[in-house]
């Protein structure tokens, strides 16, 4: 809310500057987000009048007029179209320096010397449209410094107010708090009734009571909508941020910044019949002042007459009743709709008002009567006419009462951590303009009508710290009974596993939650992706299943930015809406792409292979000691490369892939290399072993080596297990530490050597079981395959 | 017979072990004399041909002379180990100021990076972690955090719906229920993780993440968590700076509040207050929506941007940098 600080002043005494305003706002919850002057120095810049003006006789567009308001008459030539006899506009004096820097110097324009400048509004700095000259009211008084006849000596205190602050949304309401805060006295104002000059009244029928409880017309005969609003009305519409649209709106407009009131006014010619105030049928339509037609649902709430809606309850009023340059006679609405059947209703139809703003957060229910007299005032003496009585349908049982509220001295001091006095709590409420009865200790609370936010005893309390103020309340540091909730230590931290890939040169990133559903499709992982209702764009549009399309887009854009090698991860959720329902779960995205080790002038650089990737998983899961049997399959992800692509299985479940990129997406990606990407499950990730110690042998142990030549297709882990298998308690470990094709191997097979670690926990071994272990190993290797052995 | 006196003989084996170049050659000089069959080995095999009178004077002068070589050579000896020792040195040395052989360099994200040093700091205080999903419904997100439907306050955050009428969550503070309603006070935790909101500007992100905090207990005050945010805060900057906690609204909490941390220019002096928490005293319909009664307990809880702790501590002047992943804006956080 915008509210200029000598508005404000007229309604309350204050004796500190705007600055010192918006910083007692923001300490009591009102945020101030900008104080700002209403219009830059405008010095020398006087009310001008237009004495003459003719043609300039060298060019068309141009003007050259007398003007007064200067020492003496000046002559001026200017390009305005509105530049006429007669007309009071903004005069520039010779030396003045305008807003956006020009200095005004006499000047020959086509020949002719021209002594000053006739100004716009942009030129000005009070304004961003421009008709011409900004037209100034016949009665300005010419010669008069303009920022002194337009009170531009001012400043707009730009205010954030919470929802629960609807008391707020007028310069009453404001001033109210302000005085509350301050001590500083209210201006008192009361707004006189209207007497009635003529008997016509409208017929009100309240068939939704709940929604309306109170619906306040009132007619007025005879209005002149050409009438001008005056100036003071104008600027102070416009320091909120309101454009003036015809003295009848304008007034409306202003009795909502005053007193928070939403009004509205109808053509009455429009109207046929009662006014009824019910639900609206759903797929009504109604064309809105903006001029959209839109078709209404039930739970809205329409002002109708006896033919059709003629305006959106408390939100917008439609266009065919609205007042127009043709409207004589009017009635005046000012009303009460129970927030809950406006809330959300003016967002479902793209509009934000500042009366649906401020009956979804609440008006005051006492207010209407008042609000409507003020109107009739203004509006009567702007645009004249002959007003009707105040016709007010009422049903009181559906007016909202003010609770009273008990507040306990004790509970409130407990809740603070304080210990504020009676007498302290006492005056806050009082200056809030709370009605207070004393219980012993505690209070009865009744909250001003316009306090929608008063209900409950916490909400008492948050006034009196509020009030009282945040920064004189006690602190109190941390302490409180200590307890010990471990996490336990079968689950490894994300911390530690994160740290662990930075150490081994990984740079962690975080991607986007939501991505293309093209981008999933492209990948192949669109299976089970969950689309929002409301993507903020189509590439963000769906829950990501993997973070596989993270990882590919941050590297993509960094190969572009010509970086070579990196290797990066992501952990993170991941979605997926399946069969089974809709799961999260956290995973651990890889991406290595590159060189194998960094670039060093001892060696040939290498390049990545699958065996770095896999190293890295494997790492990991030794590291941690992961709970469980680990293997890897071969997969057929469509996004891996067919040969270098595998599952990772952890007692048999698949727990994460990795492999190189298919050399076809590496195409359609368009990169200059190739990448090798893993995706883990960090619940398994994270679920490690409890180390329980056996007994180490002391004995020492002993190696042997076997060399066999066999068919290429064998895979190594199935030889490795069948060694594992057939060593008996004396084989510690096995491994495979080379592989040889090439000469004295036959086509389609390998040579594989692996070594053997013997040992037993409580003996040395002797040669005969060392050769009979070895041996027995070979002998399962070669009834199972066809092996032959090499040297 | 001629006879070879021993002191011919170590003078000339000195000249050899002189002349010996190396630690092979000085041990043939050693065998040539010293040896099994050596001259002066020889001299001493021959000492029993001598007349007994002069066979213990000629025996003490070849001993003298096989004391003085083996002296001898044990220096030559050491000499030549220290020569050859230093030539090794010599042929082995590498230009130290070459580079050593690494991993390219891996590093921490700067927004967990900020988050991991918050979780540090509060678990010392001893709040545990709790963690909750990503897709919440309208219960955890809202209604059991006093967001009536409909209300002016939902449109404080701009909600991603699923087609269904979930929601991705707009704060962690749905854990808070989560945790409340699985277990009894007290409680203490902090429940980082993402957060989302359809808003995406120059100081929007469509995603971020939250760090909320839940104590709930008997007695727990205002100035309780007026003394928890202000220790907090100045234990994340590592200085102590001025924080003012300002009324505001959140529906969750009553009396609500944003603190503000009053920043230090560059020169040292107070700069702007800087929006950094919003916190408050749990709201009692939330307690009661979790099954504990709000005369018997209080909580406070409180609810911070990790990016923008990140952004103040590390300087970071543009929220947008953190999702783009350039490799020259990240290397920077190791």
């Known amino acids: 809310m915008k509210i200029s600080y000598r508005w404000l002043k007229e309604w309350v005494t204050l004796d500190i500057d705007a600055e010192q305003v918006a910083e007692r706002f923001t300490l009591a919850g009102l945020e101030v987000d900008d104080v700002s002057p209403v219009a830059p120095p405008l010095n020398g810049v006087v009310v001008g009048e237009i004495l003459t003006a003719e043609p300039h006789p060298d060019a068309d567009r141009l003007r050259v007029c007398t003007v007064a308001g200067d020492e003496q008459v000046r002559t001026i030539v200017c390009g305005a179209p509105n530049a006429r006899v007669g007309l009071k506009a903004p005069l520039a004096t010779l030396g003045t320096v305008l807003p956006g820097g020009l200095k005004i110097k006499p000047a020959k324009l086509r020949g002719v010397r021209s002594e000053g400048m006739l100004c716009s509004e942009p030129e000005l700095g009070l304004g961003e449209e421009s008709g011409g000259l900004l037209e100034l009211p016949a009665d300005a008084p010419t010669g008069q410094a303009l920022s002194d006849y337009l009170g531009l000596d001012d400043q707009v205190l730009d205010i954030d107010l919470t929802p629960n602050r609807a008391d707020c949304l007028s310069v009453r309401g404001l001033a109210r708090e302000l005085a509350a805060l301050t001590g500083a006295s209210l201006t008192q104002r009361p707004v006189e009734p209207v007497e009635p000059a003529i008997d016509d009244r409208p017929t009100i029928r309240l068939e939704a009571p709940a929604d309306c409880p109170r619906y306040i017309g009132r007619i007025v005969r005879g209005v002149n909508v050409a009438a001008a609003t005056p100036g003071w009305m104008v600027e102070a519409l416009r320091r909120s941020g309101i454009r003036s649209l015809g003295p009848i709106v304008d007034v409306t407009n202003f009795v909502l910044l005053e007193l928070g009131q939403p009004m509205h006014a109808f053509d009455l010619a429009t109207l046929t019949g009662d006014i009824v105030v019910r639900r609206a049928r759903k797929g009504e339509p109604l064309q809105l002042l903006d001029g959209r037609d839109i078709a209404l649902d039930d739970d809205m709430l329409v002002i109708a007459d006896e033919q059709k809606p003629l305006a959106l309850g408390g939100v917008m009023g439609g266009l065919p009743s609205a007042v127009s340059d043709e409207t004589r006679d009017i009635l005046l609405e000012s009303a009460w709709f129970d927030p809950r059947v406006i809330a959300g209703r003016a967002r479902r139809l793209g509009l934000a008002t500042e009366s649906a703003h401020r009956f979804e957060r609440g008006v005051d229910p006492a207010l209407q009567r008042e609000a409507i007299e003020r109107a009739t005032a203004l509006i009567i003496e702007i645009a004249g006419g002959q007003p009707g009585p105040v016709e007010e349908a009422l049903s009181a049982s559906d007016l909202p009462v003010q609770a009273t509220v008990r507040l306990r001295l004790d509970r409130l001091n407990r809740l603070l951590g304080a210990e504020l006095d009676g007498a302290t709590v006492e005056r806050i409420l009082l200056g809030l303009g709370m009605s207070v009865e004393r219980d012993g200790d505690d209070f009865l609370v009744q909250a001003p009508s316009a306090r929608r936010d008063i209900a409950i005893e916490v909400d008492l309390i948050e006034e009196v710290a509020r009030v009282y103020g945040y920064d004189r309340l006690p602190t109190r540091r941390p302490g409180g009974g200590l307890s010990i909730e471990v996490a336990s230590e079968r689950r490894l931290p994300e911390l530690t596993l994160r740290t662990q890939l930075i150490a081994r040169g990984f740079q962690e990133i975080l991607t986007w939650s939501f991505v293309g559903e093209d981008t999933l499709k492209q990948l192949g992982l669109l299976d089970g992706a969950q689309p929002l209702a409301n993507p903020l764009s189509r590439d963000m549009a769906v829950l990501r299943t993997s973070l596989l399309p993270g990882l590919l887009d941050t590297a993509g854009s960094n190969l572009r930015r010509q970086h070579p090698d990196f290797r990066l991860f992501e952990t993170g959720v991941c979605f997926h809406q399946g069969k089974d329902g809709f799961t999260e779960s956290r995973r651990l995205g890889l991406l290595m792409t590159g060189l194998g080790e960094g670039e060093h002038f001892s060696a040939r650089p290498r390049a990545l292979d699958f065996f770095d990737l896999k190293g890295e998983v494997e790492q990991l899961i030794s590291l941690n000691a992961c709970e469980g049997e680990f293997s890897f399959e071969r997969s057929d992800l469509p996004w891996l490369h067919p040969g270098q692509g595998a599952t990772l299985l952890c007692d048999g479940n698949p727990v994460g892939w990795l492999g190189q990129l298919h050399p076809l997406l590496l195409d359609q990606l368009d990169w200059p290399q190739t990448a090798y990407v893993a995706e883990l499950d960090l619940a398994m990730l994270t679920r490690r072993r409890l180390p329980q110690a056996a007994p180490s042998s002391r004995f020492p142990q002993v190696r042997r080596d076997i060399s066999f030549v066999i068919d290429e297709t064998v895979p190594a882990s199935e030889i490795l297990a069948l060694v594992h298998a057939s060593g008996g308690e004396l084989l510690h470990r096995a491994a495979i530490f080379d592989e040889y094709r090439g000469q004295g191997v036959a086509a389609d097979c390998r040579s594989l050597s692996i070594s053997l670690i013997l040992r037993h926990i409580s003996r040395t071994l002797s040669d005969t079981e060392i050769e009979e272990a070895v041996q027995a190993v070979l002998a399962s290797l070669r009834s199972r395959y066809d092996i032959k052995m090499r040297g | ?334």
């Open chain 2, 1 to 334: 017979m001629t006879t070879v006196s021993p002191e011919g003989l170590l003078e000339q084996a000195l000249e050899q072990v002189q002349q010996a170049t190396n630690e092979a050659s000085l041990d043939e000089v050693r065998v040539a004399y010293l040896g099994k069959k050596g001259a002066l080995t020889g001299l001493l095999k021959q000492l029993g041909q001598l007349p007994p009178e002069t066979r213990r004077e000629a025996g003490q002068a070849v001993n003298r002379c096989k004391q003085a070589l083996e002296t001898a050579i044990e220096a030559r000896h050491e000499t030549l180990h220290r020569q050859a020792i230093e030539a090794r040195l010599r042929a082995e040395q590498v230009d130290i100021t070459m580079p050593g052989r690494t991993l390219p360099s891996g590093g921490p994200h700067p927004v967990h990076r900020a988050l991991d040093r918050i979780l540090a700091i509060f678990g010392q205080l001893g709040f545990n972690v709790a963690t909750g999903p990503e897709v919440e419904d309208d219960h955890y997100n809202f209604g059991a955090l006093n967001f009536p439907e409909h209300h002016p306050a939902r449109a404080m955050h701009d909600t991603f719906y699923l087609p269904d009428g979930r929601v991705l969550r707009t704060h962690t503070s749905p854990v808070q229920i989560r945790v409340m309603e699985s277990s009894e006070p007290p409680v203490r935790i902090v429940a980082p993780g993402r957060v989302f909101r359809s808003d995406s500007d120059q100081t929007h992100t469509p995603q971020f993440h939250q760090v909320e905090g839940l104590l709930v207990d008997r007695d727990v005050s205002f100035a309780d968590l007026k003394g928890l945010l202000s220790e907090f805060v100045n234990a994340f900057f590592e200085e102590s700076l001025e924080v003012r906690l300002r009324p505001s609204y959140f529906p969750f909490t009553e009396p609500s509040a944003e603190v503000d941390v009053r920043w230090r220019n560059e020169d040292g002096s107070p700069g702007r207050w800087l929006e950094v928490l919003g916190c408050g005293i749990v709201h009692p319909n939330v307690l009661a929506n979790c099954g504990i009664d709000p005369e018997e307990y209080t909580g406070y809880a409180f609810g911070l941007g990790v990016e923008r702790f990140a952004m103040l501590r590390y300087r970071v002047n543009d929220l947008r940098l953190f999702f783009e992943n350039d490799l020259n804006f990240l290397g920077q956080f190791r």
